[in-house]
Every structure is written in structure tokens, then in C-alpha cells.
């Protein structure tokens, strides 16, 4: 690769990062819209209070947090609007390569629909829309992550052999995106609606046993890229599991230690929501490794699957 392609490339990778970075913006506000139960800080969409979206004065609101963190939202929504334009725009400027072109498209249909779904929550003030909103904010949140690692690691591959995976494990690496997911909809069931406490409990338990068994092979996988996104799924677990029980201690008191949880306090405000942001982390590192799974399967790096049926599985070359 010459050094005019690096660049290309590099200017891509650093634009797909600020994207990622710039995304946690409304999330995190998002999440502390949430927590505080400010989503109908404003009865009105696209305006607010009636006045245009772009002129309201937010910082007077400073002493009003409802209002301040609901409109700190649709602000930061129009700017990850913005960057998401931009993202298209250096894509476009940059990459010959069609599925990059149609990712960062992705993403930035992704943002105008998420514009729309909160719109639409506060015009018809509905929960089970708020609570929809959460969750397409994280799968949003997962495929700028995923773009950035696509781009980022595009032509720096290495042709490294794994034999730690079964069939069985391999499974469990490729599901596990969709069981973290299935958490994180109860989580939003009860911090939307009050429901399903004890089912969210039960799924955190059997997404860290999942992890737990998909850790202990990547961490001893051959491969380097493996072990590095076990690195993530680790950090991101970890992460999780801790805000989790912060949470549960903030949020519903610990009585057999005499800890009384109080409402609506900083710490309980900081914990709950970071623990909604961690939740999107936590998908979009298992999604990560289940596509660094398929990548290393379809390429026939992974010796196990092949054993299982005798015949290798298409090299990319094959496939394209």
C-alpha cells in the first residue's frame, strides 16, 4: 500500500472514530433523559417550548435539569446529524470500495431515523417508544463501532490459524451479540416501564456465563486479533457487571448492609445511566468479535469447523 493510500485510509479511520465519539453524546444525554424522567421536558417536536430548536436558550436552563438535559439531547442529536453527513461525505471523497460507501449511508439514515423515533416520542409521549428509542440507539451506537473497526483494520489482516474454537464455542461467539441485545431490551422494559426486574437479573447472569466461555478460548486463541477483541469483551464485561450492581445498591438499597437507596441522587442519576451506556459498549464489543469470527470462518482460519465436516470453509477469495 503506498503512502498517498495510507492517508486515504487514515483520513477514513479518523472520521469513523469522531463519529464514534461524537455518538456518545446523545446517548449519554439520552440516558440521563432517561434516568430523571425528562423525556417530556418539552411537550413539542421539532420545536421546543415553541421556539426553533436551534435558537431555544438552552443554557438558561441550567437551574431547570429536565429541560437543560432534554434539549442538551436534540442538540446533540443535529450533531451527530452533522458529523454523520460529514462521514458520508469524507467516505465518499476517499473510498472506491462499495460496502464502506454504503455503511457510512447506513449510518446516517440510521440518525435520521433515530431523529424521527424521538420526535415521535415526545409528540405521542409514549414509553414503549422511549424505550424503542434506547435500544436502535444502541444498535446505532454498535454499527458506527463496527465501521470504525472495518475500516480501521482493512488491509492489515493477518492469515493466523485458530484451533481453539469448537463448533460449540463458535456458536456461542457468533450469539452472543444477540443474548447481550436480548439484556439490554429487558433492561429497557424495566427502566422504561417498572417490568421485568428479575428477568433483566437472570439475563446478566447467563450473557456473563456466555462471555465466560467465549473469553476463555479467545484468550487462548492463536490469533492475535482474537485475543485483542477478547481484550474489549473483557474490559467491557467487567465495566458492565460493576455499574450493574452500582445500580441495583443506587437504585434499590443494599437492606442487609443498611444501605437505603435515595431517590433521584447524583449517584444513583450517574450510575443507572452509565450502566445503559455500558450496555451499548458491551454489544458492540461481543458484535466485534462475532465478526471477527465470521471474517476468520469464511476465510477457513478456524481449523475446528472445518474438522467438523471434513472439508474446508471458502477462502475470501473464493467467496468474492
Known amino acids: 500500500m503506498s ?21 456518545l453524546l446523545p446517548i ?24 426553533n430548536m436551534l435558537l431555544y436558550p438552552w443554557l438558561n436552563d441550567l437551574r431547570h435539569t429536565d429541560k437543560f438535559v432534554e434539549h442538551g439531547h436534540r442538540l446533540a442529536g443535529v450533531l451527530i446529524g ?28 440510521a440518525v435520521i431515523s433515530q431523529g424521527l423515533l424521538g420526535g415521535m416520542r415526545v409528540r405521542m409521549d409514549a414509553q414503549v417508544l422511549a424505550m ?39 456458536a456461542f461467539g457468533i450469539l452472543l451479540p444477540g443474548v447481550v441485545l436480548c439484556q439490554y431490551i429487558l433492561g429497557g422494559f424495566f427502566r422504561h416501564l417498572g417490568r421485568m426486574l428479575h428477568e433483566h437479573v437472570a439475563g ?20 492475535e486479533a482474537l485475543k485483542r477483541r477478547g481484550k474489549w469483551l473483557l474490559s467491557a464485561l467487567l465495566v458492565q457487571v460493576g455499574l450493574g450492581l452500582g445500580s ?48 476468520k470462518a469464511r476465510m477457513g482460519q478456524i481449523t475446528g469447523l472445518s474438522d467438523l465436516t471434513g472439508t474446508s470453509i471458502p477462502t475470501e477469495g473464493e467467496l468474492v
Open 204 to 223: 446478566a447472569i447467563v450473557v456473563s456465563l456466555i462471555a465466560i466461555v467465549v473469553l476463555s478460548v479467545l484468550f487462548r486463541s492463536d490469533s
Open 82 to 109: 452533522l458529523v454523520s453527513i460529514g462521514l458520508v461525505a469524507v467516505t465518499f471523497a476517499y473510498e472506491q470500495r462499495r460496502w464502506a460507501r454504503m455503511c457510512s449511508i447506513a449510518i446516517l439514515l
Open 3 to 23: 503512502d498517498q493510500q495510507q492517508q486515504i485510509n487514515l483520513n477514513v479511520q479518523r472520521f469513523a472514530v469522531l463519529t464514534c465519539v461524537v455518538a
Open 28 to 51: 449519554v444525554f439520552g440516558a440521563l433523559t432517561t434516568t430523571l424522567k425528562a423525556g417530556m421536558a418539552f411537550a413539542d417536536w421539532p420545536t421546543s417550548d415553541g421556539q
Open 132 to 170: 424503542t428509542h434506547s435500544i436502535t440507539g444502541g444498535l446505532f451506537f454498535t454499527l458506527c463501532f463496527l465501521f470504525a473497526v472495518l475500516v480501521r483494520n482493512h488491509g492489515k489482516h493477518k492469515t493466523d490459524q485458530d484451533s481453539r474454537f469448537s463448533p460449540v464455542t463458535f
Open 248 to 295: 441495583w445498591v443506587t437504585k434499590l438499597g443494599f437492606p442487609a448492609l443498611g444501605w437505603v437507596a435515595t431517590v433521584n441522587s447524583p449517584a444513583q442519576n450517574i450510575t443507572c445511566s452509565l450502566h445503559t451506556v455500558g450496555g451499548m459498549f458491551l454489544l458492540a464489543t461481543a458484535s466485534a468479535v462475532a465478526m471477527e469470527l465470521i471474517r
